[in-house]
């Protein structure tokens, strides 16, 4: 009877999702990005949102929420209700850096969120504007030696990858570099740009336009392998910086316990825009971006293996909460 009783409700929450999944979505979907506007998350959301609006006949709106190294965005997502109208675009800081970075975070990565697909993996490039006057990465390490502590960089944070890319370029060259935290890639880009900053490790979706523009001259990228939008430049690894490799991916979440279905129709969406075109064009040929498309599965899987390596790097390089 037991047994009975409980295919008989299984069968019912069968029917539901699948009711929930045909009438889905009937307004608007909210994507939240815990960044700027303008920034890398916010580009990629943007890209794809538009693709998916076409595809799902509602509009997908991008609301930029900033603030204390991305967790009130991410933070408002976990808090959100399950109804699939509430969508997370976030970064690797936010999800698997601050929970090793800070004693405390409003959210658990793991336990109120749901996967959908990663959807980028990016690496960084070491940009100084076009009117600075180091030509390469050892001048740069050199001005640092002579006079630690006048070089100035930004980046997306405390724990951002483009602050974790400054910590191994010191750590490895052995010099010290000032390190300046914003809410986002795009006001750091308008510091540099503006020649308030020395270098950046910027996003290659914010750093290539503006590299192609000739407004920043490139040194080198931060991650394992060359990037296919600007293949003329070396890896820090090229340079001698043996083992320098500090990558971040991007990825849309949804909260804890939305339907399956729902689920399942965001990761067909999801894919779907990635093979668009124009798509292609802005996130990875011009952005340098790797498009990944995973799985609700395999982005779990590697969410929880880049908690456990964020977790060794900072404690090894003893960063702390600034």
């Known amino acids: 009877m037991r047994q009975k009783l409980l295919l008989t409700a299984a069968l019912c929450l069968a029917s539901i999702s699948s009711v929930i999944a045909q009438t889905w979505p009937s307004k608007p979907i909210k994507v939240v990005v815990p960044y700027p506007a303008g920034g890398a998350a916010d580009i990629t959301a943007r890209v794809l949102g538009q693709k998916m609006a076409e595809s799902l006949g509602v509009a997908v709106v991008v609301d930029n929420k900033p603030g204390a190294n991305g967790m009130i965005g991410t933070d408002i997502v976990a808090k959100a209700a399950p109804d699939g109208y ?72 405390v724990g951002g990858g483009g602050h974790l890319a400054g910590e191994m370029l010191g750590l490895m060259s052995g010099t010290k570099v000032t390190h300046i935290p914003y809410k986002g890639s795009a006001p750091a880009m308008a510091d540099l740009l503006g020649g308030q900053l020395s270098f950046t490790f910027d996003p290659m979706v914010t750093a290539v336009p503006q590299i192609r523009a000739g407004k920043l001259r490139a040194f080198a990228v931060s991650g394992p392998k060359r990037a296919k939008a600007l293949p003329q430049v070396p890896t820090m690894d090229e340079l001698g910086y043996k083992g320098f490799s500090i990558t971040q991916f991007q990825g849309f979440l949804a909260p804890a316990r939305t339907d399956p279905a729902i689920i399942a129709r965001l990761h067909q969406e999801v894919l779907k825009a990635m093979k668009s075109a124009d798509v292609v064009q802005r996130l990875e040929t011009d952005g340098g971006n790797d498009l990944i498309g995973s799985s609700p599965t395999e982005f779990s899987a590697q969410i929880k293996s880049d908690l456990a390596m964020y977790r060794k790097l900072i404690k090894d390089a003893d960063i702390k909460q600034e």
Do not use: M
Not at 96 to 123: C, G, M, W
Not at 143 to 150: H, L, T, V
């Open 86 to 157: 509430t969508l997370l675009l976030d970064a690797s800081g936010p999800l698997v850096v601050n929970p090793a970075l800070y004693a405390k975070v409003p959210y658990d990565t793991e336990r109120d969120f749901i996967p959908i697909s990663q959807a980028t993996h990016f690496q960084y490039v070491l940009v100084v504007p076009a009117a600075s006057p180091f030509q390469s990465v050892p001048e740069l390490v050199a001005a640092a030696k002579a006079k630690p502590g006048s070089l100035s960089y930004g980046s997306t944070g």
